[in-house]
């Protein structure tokens, strides 16, 4: 059964880092790609951008590059995103899939992870 | 890249059938046949109803069916039960993923 299991909600201070993960099961982790999308209180999806395992490759959605970071570490299946000083802003759910890209098109977002709730407020 | 156009709202008596659109460009919903469709319960995350314009993924119930005419694709319902009351998202490759603002379905 493939599993997205995501870390634990946080409460953080505005400025301060956060580092939350995303840990796959039940398939071959290395050979598909995750994806981050953001859902603001009572707003609608948002494509943050997406991580190969495999190699490490990247690829940001314009309006989050520079805002945050993702990164996978293979060795034990699992995919991060972090922020460096978090703003008020960045409160929000936060959502780790499984996507299928194949020849540099994504054709599916399959599985998705349960959500991580990040509450930024002084 | 411009989110995809939803209506907010769509509602069915129970046993009917509604239709939700899904509204882009040539360049993304128009120009691929990668357009998906989520349902989405309060709270919980997204599950995956629709794929690659008409494709179900197992598990998911025939009742739901997707098409596409131009830049345009559309999410069916029929027999509409309680529980598919949930907001439904669009989403289409366009380089990246671009998702549609959502529709709230409503069973009345």
């Known amino acids: 059964e493939v599993q997205l299991v995501q870390s634990g909600a946080e409460v953080k201070k505005p400025g301060e880092s956060l580092k939350i993960s995303c840990k796959g099961s039940?398939?071959?982790?290395?050979?598909?790609?995750i994806g981050w999308v953001r859902q603001m209180p009572g707003k609608g999806l948002e494509w943050m951008g997406i991580?190969?395992?495999?190699?490490?490759?990247?690829r940001y959605s314009p309006s989050f590059q520079g805002q945050v970071t993702i990164s996978a570490d293979k060795s034990i299946s699992t995919a991060y995103l972090q922020w460096s000083s978090l703003k008020a802003s960045d409160t929000a759910m936060y959502y780790c899939?499984?996507?299928?890209?194949?020849?540099?098109?994504?054709?599916?977002?399959?599985?998705w992870g349960q959500g991580t709730l990040v509450t930024v407020s002084s | 890249q411009s989110a995809l156009t939803q209506p907010p709202s769509a509602s069915g008596s129970p046993g009917q059938s509604v239709t939700i659109s899904c509204t882009g460009t040539?360049?993304?919903?128009?120009?691929?046949?990668?357009v998906s469709w989520y349902q989405q319960h309060p709270g919980k995350a997204p599950k995956l109803m629709i794929y690659?314009?008409?494709k179900r993924p197992s598990g998911v119930p025939d009742r739901f069916s997707g098409s596409k005419s131009g830049n345009t694709a559309s999410l069916t319902v029929s027999g509409l039960q309680a529980e598919d009351e949930a907001d439904y998202y669009c989403?289409?490759?366009?380089?990246?993923?671009?998702f549609g603002g959502g529709t709230k379905l409503t069973v009345l």
């Open positions: 899939a499984r996507v299928t890209m194949v020849r540099g098109v994504i054709m599916a977002v399959d599985y």
């Open positions: 039940g398939y071959s982790f290395t050979s598909y790609w």
């Open positions: 991580i190969y395992p495999g190699d490490s490759d990247t």
């Open positions: 040539s360049s993304d919903v128009g120009g691929y046949n990668y």
């Open positions: 690659e314009v008409s």
């Open positions: 989403s289409s490759y366009a380089g990246s993923v671009v």
